[in-house]
C-alpha cells in the first residue's frame, strides 16, 4: 500500500526552486474571456487562493487588478513575495482556503489555479461565499497535461511509475459533477485553451521534479526515474528539446443565483 504523502499545506516546501522555475503560466486567452464573460478589469479585488509562488498572480498583476496572494505554505509564499516585491498591488498573507482571513465581502473574484484539488471543497465554498461581494466570481484554472500517444503519454507512464501518490492527489479528480456540486446553484462555464512548455533535458528534470509526489535525490527509485527520464528526453527530443502539451482549463460562476 502507498503510504499517504505529507499534508497539502507542507508538500511544495522543498520544490519551490523548481516550480518557480519550471511550472507553464496561463496563456492570455484567460484574461480575454474573464473580461468579457465577467466584466474583469483593472479595478478588480482578487484573491488568488493557494497562490503558490505567484506564477498565476502575475496573469492578473500585469492588468493591474489588486491582487490578494492566500498561501500557507512559507516557503512558496515567500517565492511570491519575491517574485512580486516591486509591485505595490500584491499582498501576499499566510491563510488557507478554509480560512483566508480576509474581511466579508472583501473581493470581486476568487482565483485557485492548480489548487482547488487540494481543499476541502464545501468549507473552501463557505469561505469564498463569505469573502466575495454580491455578484463576484470564483475562477478555477489548470494546465492538464494530455496523454496523447508518443511523449506525453510515456511521460504520463514515468509519473504514474515512480510517483509516491500521484493517482491519489492528481487534480483530474475533480470532474464535471463535482465542479457543478461546488458551484450549485449559480451553475458555471468552461473554455478550454492550448498551452504549452518546449524544455531541454535540465527543464524537463526541472519539471518533475516540481511535482510533490516524485522521490527526491538520493533514494534509489529516484536515479532510476533520472535515468527513464533521460532515455525518454533522448527517444523523443527535437534540436535538443521535447514538448509538454496541456489543456488550459478555466471554469467560472457564481455560488448563488443572485448576481
Known amino acids: 500500500m502507498t503510504s499517504p ?3 497539502p499545506t507542507h508538500r511544495f516546501s522543498d520544490r519551490v526552486a523548481d516550480y518557480v522555475r519550471f511550472r507553464p503560466g496561463y496563456p492570455p486567452d484567460v484574461w480575454e474571456v474573464l473580461e468579457q464573460e465577467t ?5 478588480s479585488v482578487v484573491a488568488d487562493v493557494g497562490c503558490g509562488t505567484g506564477i498565476s498572480s502575475s496573469l492578473f498583476l500585469d492588468h493591474g487588478c489588486r491582487l490578494l496572494g492566500i498561501e500557507p505554505n512559507a516557503a512558496m509564499r515567500a517565492a511570491a513575495c519575491e517574485q512580486h516585491a516591486s509591485n505595490p498591488r500584491f499582498q501576499a498573507i499566510a491563510g488557507t482556503a478554509e480560512a483566508s482571513g480576509l474581511p466579508d465581502q472583501s473581493v470581486d473574484f476568487v482565483v485557485s489555479a492548480q489548487a482547488m484539488h487540494w481543499f476541502d471543497r464545501e468549507a473552501c465554498r463557505a469561505e469564498f461565499a463569505r469573502i466575495l461581494r454580491r455578484g463576484g466570481w470564483v475562477v478555477l484554472l489548470w494546465n492538464t497535461r494530455r496523454t496523447t500517444p508518443g ?4 511521460y504520463e507512464s514515468l509519473l504514474l511509475r515512480y510517483g509516491t501518490d500521484y493517482s491519489q492527489v492528481d487534480h483530474r479528480s475533480i470532474d464535471e459533477n463535482k465542479l457543478a456540486a ?3 446553484p449559480g ?3 468552461t473554455r478550454r485553451f492550448d498551452n504549452r512548455q518546449e524544455l531541454d533535458l535540465a527543464g ?3 519539471r518533475v521534479m516540481s511535482c510533490s509526489y516524485i522521490p527526491q535525490s538520493g533514494s534509489p527509485p529516484h536515479e532510476e526515474m533520472t535515468a527513464d527520464l533521460q532515455k525518454l528526453f533522448d527517444r523523443y527530443q527535437v534540436a535538443g528539446k521535447v ?3 496541456y489543456d488550459c482549463e478555466l471554469h467560472w460562476g457564481r455560488l448563488s443565483e443572485a448576481g
Open 5 to 7: 504523502g505529507p499534508a
Open 39 to 43: 466584466r474583469l478589469s483593472d479595478l
Open 151 to 154: 511523449f506525453m503519454a510515456e
Open 182 to 184: 461546488f458551484f450549485r
Open 187 to 189: 451553475g458555471f462555464a
Open 204 to 206: 524537463l528534470y526541472g
Open 243 to 245: 514538448r509538454l502539451e
